[in-house]
C-alpha cells in the first residue's frame, strides 16, 4: 500500500509492501525512501504535530511512539496520511521548479501553516462577564438617541478595571473627537489628548478595557451582528490594546414587542484567531461599495470547516455576546 506523508517539506508517497508493518518498519521505510534518521522522526496521525515548536511540544504526541503497534490497528490503509516531524536538513527529491515555483520547491513551516490556516469560532471568551456603571451607560445612549437618533455612528474606548476573575467593569467612556455616518465610524485620534485620559484614569486606578460604538437604523434591517468595517475597527483597537479581557461593544436601537424602541447594549470578544489573521495582515482592507457587509475578505485562502476560502462570516471573528436593556440591570454576560 501507499502512505502518503505530510512534513514540512510538503507531501511525500512511501510505498509499503507488508500491510501487517508495525510503527518501527514504517520508520525503517521513511528512512530508506525519504533519507530521514530513524531517531530524527516523530510520527503521528494529528496534523498538530506540524505546529510543534519544542521537544516537549513533541512528547505531546504519542499515538505512534509504541514501535510494535502494527499500522492497522491506527486504521491507516492505501493513501492514508501521516504526518512526520524531524530534526535536520535533508534534499528533497522532485521534479524541476516550474514558472510558478510550486514543484521541488522546499517548504517551510510558515509555507505549511499558511495552507492550513484554520478559522473556528472561539468557545469561551478570555472575559466572561461585563458590568457598566449605569450613568457611564446612559449619558453614552442617550446623546445618540436624544441628539443622533440613531442616525449616525458614535463610538469611544470605555475604561474600567479588570478583575483577577477577568471580570470587566467600565467605569467611564471616552469619546475622541470623530466623524460617524450610516455606515462607518472615523476616530480622529489625538495623542496627547488620549495621553491626558490616560493618566486621568491610571490615577483613579483604571485602564482602557474596551470600544465602544453604535449601529445606526439603517444597520439594523441587514443581516450580520458586526460589518466586515466593524470587525477591522474592533481588531485594531484589540490588538492595539494587549489585553486579553479587551471587550468590543456594540449599542443600537430596536423595536420591541409593543411597537417602542428600546436601546440595548451587546458585548463581545474579537477571537484570537481574527486578532492574529488582523496582525499578520491576512484581512483585506480596502472595501468596497458591492462588498457584502457580513463577509470579511482574505488576501490568502483561509480553511473554514473543509473549505478553503477567501471570505469568511463575520460571526466566526466574535466570540460570545448577549443582550441586556439600558433601562434593566447594567450587565452583560459575554458568553454563549
Not at 91 to 118: C, E, H, Y
Not at 119 to 128: F, S
Not at 167 to 189: A, C, H, M, W
Request: charged share 25%; hydrophobic share 35%; with cysteine.
Amino acid at each position: 500500500m501507499m502512505l502518503r506523508i505530510r512534513s514540512r517539506d510538503g507531501l511525500e508517497r512511501v510505498s509499503v509492501d507488508n500491510p501487517h508493518s508495525t510503527v518501527s518498519q514504517l520508520k525503517s521505510l521513511i528512512q530508506s525512501q525519504l533519507q530521514i534518521p530513524l531517531h530524527n522522526q516523530t510520527l503521528s496521525t494529528n496534523q498538530n504535530l506540524l505546529l510543534a515548536k519544542t521537544h516537549e511540544d513533541l512528547l505531546r504526541f504519542t499515538d505512534m511512539s509504541n514501535l510494535n503497534t502494527p499500522l492497522s490497528a491506527l486504521n491507516l490503509s492505501h493513501g492514508s496520511i501521516l504526518f512526520l516531524s524531524y530534526e535536520g536538513e535533508r534534499t528533497v527529491a522532485g521534479p524541476p521548479i516550474n514558472p510558478a515555483g510550486s514543484f521541488g520547491r522546499k517548504m517551510t513551516v510558515d509555507d505549511l501553516i499558511a495552507k492550513q490556516m484554520r478559522v473556528t469560532r472561539q468557545e469561551n471568551p478570555h472575559c466572561e462577564l461585563v458590568s457598566f456603571d449605569r450613568d457611564c451607560a446612559s449619558t453614552f445612549q442617550h446623546y445618540v438617541n436624544e441628539k443622533l437618533a440613531f442616525a449616525v455612528k458614535r463610538g469611544g474606548f470605555m475604561y474600567g478595571t479588570v478583575s483577577e476573575e477577568g471580570k470587566v467593569e467600565v467605569d467611564f467612556i471616552y469619546e475622541p473627537p470623530q466623524q460617524g455616518t450610516e455606515e462607518s465610524l472615523l476616530l480622529l485620534r489625538d495623542p496627547d489628548e488620549e495621553k491626558l485620559v490616560e493618566a486621568i484614569a491610571l490615577g483613579l486606578g483604571m485602564r482602557k478595557v474596551g470600544f465602544i460604538f453604535t449601529q445606526t437604523i439603517s444597520q439594523d434591517k441587514k443581516d450580520y451582528t458586526l460589518s466586515n468595517k466593524e470587525v477591522l475597527q474592533a481588531a485594531e483597537f484589540h490588538s492595539e490594546s494587549g489585553l486579553n479581557e479587551w471587550v468590543t461593544a456594540l449599542v443600537k436601537l430596536e423595536v420591541n414587542e409593543d411597537g417602542g424602541a428600546d436601546v440595548h447594549f451587546e458585548a463581545f470578544q474579537i477571537s484570537d484567531m481574527c486578532i492574529r489573521l488582523f496582525k499578520e495582515g491576512w484581512f483585506e482592507t480596502e472595501i468596497g461599495e458591492n462588498d457584502d457587509p457580513k463577509l470579511s475578505k482574505m488576501k490568502k485562502d483561509v480553511v473554514v470547516g473543509v473549505k478553503d476560502i477567501k471570505e469568511v462570516d463575520n460571526d466566526f471573528f466574535l466570540a460570545g455576546g448577549k443582550n441586556f436593556r439600558s433601562s434593566g440591570p447594567s450587565i452583560i454576560n459575554v458568553s454563549h
